[in-house]
Each structure stands twice: as C-alpha cells, then as structure tokens.
C-alpha cells in the first residue's frame, strides 16, 4: 500500500514536472514569437514605407521627363530602383502571409498558439501579383536611357495612381508616424486599397488584356 502510494506520488510528481516544462515551453515560445515581430516588424514599416514614397518620386520624374535612365545621373537608375523596390515590398507581404499560414497551421496542435499577425491577408490577395507585374515592367532595362510609349506612359501613370493611394495609407515619415502597432491594419489597408483600385477602375485583374501582361520596354 505504501509502495503504491510512493508511486503514485512519483507519477503525480513527473506529470507536474511535465506540464510545467509544457507550459513554460509554450510561454517561451510565444515570448520568441512576439520578439521576433517586433525587431522585424519596425523594418520592415521603414522599408516599406521607403519603397512607396521612392515609387512615387521616381514615377513622377519618369513621367516628366518621357524616359526611364538607368545609368548613375541625378535620376539615374530608376528602373533599378523601382525593380529593387517592388521586389522588397513583395517579400515583405509574402512573409507575414507565409507567417500567417503557419501560425494557423500550428494552431491545430498547440495548446496556446499565437495569435495571427492579421487576420485579413490570405492567397486570393491582390497586391503580391500587382506587385510582380509592376516589377516586370522595370526588369532588366541595362541601356542608358528607354524612351516612354504613350502606351507605357499610360501603365505608368496607373502605377503611380495606385502606389499614391498606398502613400496615403504608409504616409511619409514627416506627415505621419507609425509604430510596430499599427502595421497589421497598415498590410489589410494596403490590400483593401489595392482591391478598390481595381474595383473602381472596373478592371477585371485576372483577366484583363491591360493588366494580365506588364509591358517592359526591352521587348518593344
């Protein structure tokens, strides 16, 4: 009797040891989690903030000056600059919808999972494609200088109507100040954003003649 009480003491003992571990283990490993957004997460804001207000700048001086350089002058590189650009911005988005997906993966298992990052970025997103589709356009320009189509002008101007509306939401690092808090509304306000644009443009994304292929002047 004795002897089964020891080892039932033993086995309550290891059960206790255990689920203390467990719970320290999921404790920590959210601890890891949210230090891992926020160090990332103050970057990434600043890089993408960057992109957009580059974007802008860059869209506006392509469009006065009916050409895109991309050689090392006063507005040298931008085709470059605009490819760099979009592919950040692109890899940014792509992390916090990966993260997102793993996130909701593990909460299958977990006994206290995470929370999402944000609840409103899935597959059907609209942004990460627009985004690849303006990079084509820019992709691989290696001559001095492209002339703009009235064609090209035309897409280009659309970019910068669309990338103006994201200025609007990230705003510029004078005007507006944003902190680690605010992104999770800022990536569903980019991509609601970029949705209405097309909405209101009446413009079917998927298939489209004007967006299903970006136009690249190396190929013209």
């Not at 992109?51 to 006065?64: H, Q, S, T, V, Y």
């Not at 189509?149 to 101007?157: F, G």
């Amino acid at each position: 009797m004795i002897l089964k009480k020891r080892f039932v003491m033993i086995g309550c003992c290891i059960g206790f040891v255990f689920l203390l571990v467990l719970t320290y283990s999921f404790y920590k490993e959210k601890r890891m989690y949210e230090q891992y957004l926020t160090m990332n997460v103050r970057q990434d804001l600043v890089d993408m903030k960057s992109a957009i207000i580059n974007n802008d700048i860059l869209f506006d001086r392509i469009l006065k000056n009916e050409k895109i350089t991309n050689e090392m002058v006063e507005d040298g590189e931008q085709a470059s600059q605009l490819y760099y650009n979009f592919t950040n911005m692109t890899q940014i988005i792509d992390k916090y919808n990966l993260m997102n997906l793993n996130f909701s993966e593990e909460a299958n298992w977990l006994v206290k999972p995470a929370s999402l990052f944000t609840n409103d970025l899935g597959q059907d997103d609209v942004m990460p494609p627009t985004l690849h589709r303006m990079r084509m356009t820019f992709e691989r320009l290696d001559i001095t200088s492209y002339p703009v189509t009235p064609e090209l002008k035309a897409r280009i101007e659309e970019y910068q109507q669309l990338n103006q509306r994201w200025l609007n939401i990230v705003g510029d690092f004078e005007s507006k100040e944003t902190n680690e808090k605010d992104w999770p509304q800022i990536l569903n306000d980019l991509e609601q954003g970029t949705q209405t644009y097309f909405s209101e443009k009446k413009v079917d994304f998927v298939d489209d003649d004007v967006w299903r292929d970006a136009l690249n002047p190396r190929y013209e």
